[in-house]
């Protein structure tokens, strides 16, 4: 606990010496969820830049090793999510176009249709593009996905008009 009282008060030595202790626990724990050990370091980097930037707003009742570990648990879960999100869509967008593709020029159609929606979606900030697929693929309700996210509800609002707005956009054709 003393630890993370010294990293608050914005001690830069502490805060190394305990990236240097757990950065590679860290990495190897975050391995066995995203079996790559790129995601993993991103993971685990990502970790302690939050707890850095967010040490003021941060509230650990238990070991800052516990906390770290939870958050880079909860960090490899969301990815898990993200991942098989993509895979659901993927696999939906391929029987759409089997669906659809009765001809050559509608096939065309649709795989620049599926092009655009694609590159709108990566277009999208991180958190945007994820309330998106949760509300739109997922079918999560707005209070849900603002319960899972740990956001406001006016914020998933936000968030869902903005990317529609962009869809809107670049789908105008």
Known sequence: ???FKKIQRGDIKEFERVFRDLYAPLCIFAQKYLHSAESAEEKVQDTFYKLW???QKISITDS???YLY???QNS???EIEH????EKYAKFVKIQSMEFATDPFEEMKLKQMTQAIDQTLHLLPENCRKIFILSRYDGLKNREIAEKLSISIKTVEAN???ALQAFKLNLKE
């Open 83 to 86: 991942f098989k999100v993509e």
């Open 70 to 72: 939870k958050v880079v």
């Open 64 to 66: 800052l090793k516990a």
């Open 160 to 162: 869902i008009s903005k």
């Open 76 to 78: 490899c879960l969301q």
């Open 53 to 55: 930037r967010d040490r």
């Open 1 to 3: 606990m003393e630890h």
